[in-house]
């Protein structure tokens, strides 16, 4: 008789331990789910009402005599010397005119050599060797500027060319064109983009705390189990 109520008694405070345990884990876990959602559906309402903008600037607007009006177009190189783990950059400025009746939206297309790799925001899509583009709209009056970041596996003089279209949004067959933009860097020493994968998930997403707190409750049942069959 003794030893099952201390049998039953150990099952009961491992028992009381274990839903201690899974009671925090659960509501970290269901806090989680409610962000990823909340975030979800913000992400998913802003995209509606960003197709919803550029659905009614397409159909309202009427370009005027002197769109598409860039006042400025200006793609270059602010930093062309590549050393000591420094990056090479491109940086570009656009401005519509305030009197424009359209937006402008605007395509670059950059040519990157073997070995060379640019890496941007939103603005700028990152990529290798190859093609590298970017599409923006410029509000009139609005300035936007963009820069990403120039890394080379190879040294030497490494020249990267671009082309710039751009249209009234809505009526790409308008389209300008600024073609053979030429950049030359001065590649003195490699310096490539560091890889940062401390994201701290695990595999097939979970995070080590939660991988944590499932082995100890593993353990704390293989005890159990273990304790009731010995007795």
């Not at 073609?179 to 080590?208: A, C, H, L, Y």
């Amino acid at each position: 008789m003794n030893k099952k109520r201390r049998v039953r008694a150990i099952t009961i405070s491992a028992l009381i331990v274990l839903s201690v345990i899974i009671a925090p884990v659960a509501a970290l876990t269901d806090t989680h789910t409610v962000a990823a959602q909340e975030n979800n559906t913000t992400a998913t309402q802003t995209s509606d009402e960003n197709n919803t903008t550029a659905t009614q600037s397409s159909e309202e607007c009427v370009p005027g005599g002197n769109d598409p009006a860039l006042t400025q177009s200006r793609l270059y190189a602010p930093e062309k010397v590549l050393e000591g783990g420094e990056p090479g950059q491109v940086a570009g400025g656009f401005q519509t005119d305030a009197t424009a009746n359209c937006p402008v939206q605007v395509s670059i297309t950059m040519q990157v050599p073997s070995g060379m790799r640019i890496s941007g925001s939103s603005d700028i899509m990152s990529g290798g060797a190859g093609i590298v583009s970017a599409e923006f709209t410029v509000d009139p009056g609005e300035v936007r500027s963009i820069r990403a970041s120039v890394f080379s596996e190879d040294t030497g003089s490494r020249t990267v060319t671009a082309d710039i279209q751009y249209w009234p949004v809505g009526h790409q067959d308008m389209a300008k064109q600024i073609d053979g933009i030429s950049m030359t860097f001065d590649v003195r020493e490699p310096v490539t983009e560091d890889s940062d994968d401390n994201s701290g998930s695990g595999i097939g997403g979970i995070d080590s705390t939660t991988a944590l707190v499932g082995a100890i409750l593993l353990l704390l049942l293989v005890s159990i189990v273990g304790l009731v069959a010995r007795n």
